[in-house]
């Protein structure tokens, strides 16, 4: 083989693999915070929240301290989870308003919180004998 031929040979397998090695060993940018980043602070702790309950739910809200916190859409399944952002504290206080069907039997709604390195809680409440509406205060404490 002729040196040019060998040389370009050369250069055309070294561009070759040194193209997809150049992307893959690029330094990826930092991505934006994402919502939830931007919710937790020094001040604030992540708890998981696991809300179970009977019958076919049309809507519900989890408030604290009156502000809204979480919003449950209609669920046919009886869980919905999702993680609550709350002040690092030793004890929570959550408003929770569910509403089913009107003319529904009596339902039964258990919230479950699980903050990081301390022991899940659950408390349950029970609508009264029209189970359309549950309009309650959940309290936990560790």
């Known amino acids: 083989m002729s040196p040019k031929l060998t040389t370009t040979l050369t250069v055309v397998g070294v561009l070759l693999a040194g193209i997809p090695l150049f992307h893959l060993t690029q330094e990826v940018p930092l991505r934006l915070q994402t ?41 046919s399944d009886g869980l919905w ?10 004890s929570h206080e959550l408003e929770a308003e569910l509403h089913w069907a009107e003319g529904s039997p009596e339902n039964a709604v258990s919230i479950t919180l699980e903050p990081a390195q301390k022991p899940a809680q659950t408390v349950t409440r029970w609508t009264g004998a029209d189970g359309s509406i549950l309009h309650d205060l959940f309290i936990f404490s560790w």
């Open 35 to 75: 919502p939830q980043q931007l919710c937790e602070t020094p001040s604030t702790q992540g708890i998981y929240a696991r809300v179970q309950f009977t019958g076919k739910l049309l809507s519900g809200t989890l408030r604290f301290e009156g502000k809204d916190i979480a919003t449950i859409a209609q669920h």
């Open 81 to 90: 989870e999702t993680e609550l952002f709350l002040p690092a504290s030793d």
